[in-house]
């Protein structure tokens, strides 16, 4: 089930297993992919790079956060200033990840930097909870509460029942994923017509708000820092929430391989992409307090359908703003699929089981790990709430990804003479490291149990590292075992 790197390549019907040393033939240079080599190809542009980015990041958090945030601002003005800092924070993030996808040209993200700077063991850890937390849990709570979101305008007199919200996310779900594995053409065109799209609902809130402060609605944002008194507590807590409204900055590093002109394009589709998103959510959340006081927006349940009832029917027709909505709803986790870009790499690294490795071959996909990937979703789907899968997946990705950035800076002391086509000063990643492990503590603070017991999970990737990876000489009856378990897996 679990191997060694592979020294061979090795064709398997309809797919093809990718090279031994862990690295797809590169597309511009002048190493030449073998004959019957199946690669990756560079079908990422500028713009559907940017497309990834914003699509990515604006969905579920714009509606969640903004009370998270405001709860523990306890003030408009505050509230508004930590959305500028976390987009501010993003960006930092955003271009640390730009320097190590530029001098680090290989798929798979936060696994392959941390492969590069600390070695087997944390890579092997930080891709078993991507496998078991991260990528199902986080693909599960932003499908349930766009799930929500769909069935919110059949249900505006009544409670929404929790099974009609699941089973319509269910089919979300396995639609995207047979849609991502079919074509990386044709899920990056959808992507970018998504991500109009979005834009668009966007500026349905944004535009009636901007029009309101013209004819002089302001009384929400008089005496703007007027309110409850932010805790020490609390400031970080908004923060987090922030984050997690701006997360998606980083999923262009997945594809890196995929990514025409990587040493240009990186950078540019993340500057740009922050830029975008960061304005449009501060917009946002001027044009929901031009609408609705604090206190509203904090007795709310859903704050965007709160503003569409008071203001947004009045500027354009109800059904407008409810098909975009659903369109946001429905494909907001097409782009969360690129980490099976992640799940592709470790297989070629040795670190999860080696069918993972192949590719199909007309299509281009790594369609086993999606095929791993879609029942874990729909379990963590049926088993848990938004908020408990939220807090369960939060510690593993920013403890990860204050470990990512880190790595940075590590490397810059332990591979100097590394070629950084892109590098940015020091006191980036320091900052933003800091800030990602100061979360991680708080969060073990604030919610014990949810993020407890990802803590624990991920401690068992050290066991498993060992069983699974170092031990060798395992009894024949063992890797039996697991040789069946693969093959009922993926060909039952």
Not at 3 to 30: C, E, F, I, W
Not at 132 to 138: G, K, S
Not at 330 to 350: D, I, N, W, Y
Request: charge should be positive.
């Amino acid at each position: 089930m679990f191997r060694k790197a592979a020294v061979t390549t090795v064709s398997n019907g309809s797919y093809l297993q990718g090279q031994a040393n862990g690295r797809l033939p590169s597309m511009d240079s002048g190493q030449p992919a073998q004959e019957g080599k199946v690669v990756l190809k560079k079908k990422v542009t500028l713009l559907r790079g940017i497309s990834i980015i914003i699509g990515t990041i604006i969905g579920a958090g714009i509606f969640i956060s903004p009370k998270g945030i405001l709860k523990n601002t306890g003030s408009v003005g505050m509230s508004l200033t930590v959305w500028t800092a976390c987009g501010i924070l993003s960006l930092f993030g955003a271009l640390c990840y730009a320097e190590l996808g530029t001098c680090i040209k290989k798929s798979g993200g936060h696994y392959t930097y941390i492969l590069e700077a600390f070695g087997p063991l944390p890579a092997f850890v930080r891709v078993w909870v991507e496998l078991l937390i991260i990528r199902p849990a986080a693909t599960a709570v932003i499908s349930l509460a766009f799930g929500r979101y769909i069935l919110e305008p059949f249900f505006m007199q009544c409670e929404i029942p929790e099974l009609a919200i699941k089973l319509i996310t269910a089919v979300g779900i396995t639609l995207v994923m047979v849609l991502n594995s079919t074509s990386v053409s044709w899920s990056a065109r959808i992507q970018i017509f998504l991500t109009f799209c979005k834009l668009v609902a966007i500026l349905i809130i944004i535009v009636p708000g901007v029009i309101q402060l013209i004819k002089g609605e302001t009384q929400h944002f008089k005496n703007a820092f007027a309110g409850n008194d932010a805790s020490v507590m609390g400031l970080p807590l908004a923060f987090y929430s922030g984050m997690y409204a701006y997360s998606g900055w980083f999923y262009l590093n997945f594809v890196t391989e995929e990514v025409e002109n990587p040493e240009k394009n990186i950078p540019l589709a993340i500057c740009i992409s922050m830029i975008i998103v960061t304005v449009g959510y501060v917009l946002t959340n001027v044009a929901y307090f031009t609408t609705i006081s604090a206190g509203e927006l904090l007795l709310s349940k859903a704050v965007a359908v709160v503003s569409y009832r008071r203001k947004i029917q009045s500027y354009v027709p109800a059904a407008v703003p409810l098909c975009l909505v659903t369109v946001m709803s429905t494909f907001k986790v097409c782009p969360h699929l690129f980490p099976t870009r992640m799940f592709f790499v470790a297989s070629r690294e040795g670190h999860l089981p080696e069918i993972l490795s192949m590719i199909h071959v007309r299509k281009h996909t790594p369609l086993p790990a999606v095929i791993v990937l879609h029942p874990l979703t729909m379990i963590m789907l049926f088993n848990g709430d938004l908020y408990s899968l939220l807090n369960f997946l939060s510690f593993a990705r920013w403890l990860f990804i204050g470990l990512v950035v880190a790595g940075l800076i590590y490397l810059r002391y332990k591979r100097p003479d590394m070629p950084r086509p892109f590098k940015v000063p020091l006191f980036i990643p320091a900052l933003f490291s800091f800030t990602c492990l100061f979360m991680v503590a708080l969060s073990l603070y604030s919610d014990p149990v949810n993020t407890g017991i990802g803590f624990a999970i991920t401690l068992t990737g050290v066991p498993a590292y060992y069983l699974f990876i170092v031990w060798d000489k395992k009894p024949k009856w063992f890797r039996k075992l697991l040789d069946t378990f693969t093959a009922s897996l993926f060909f039952s």
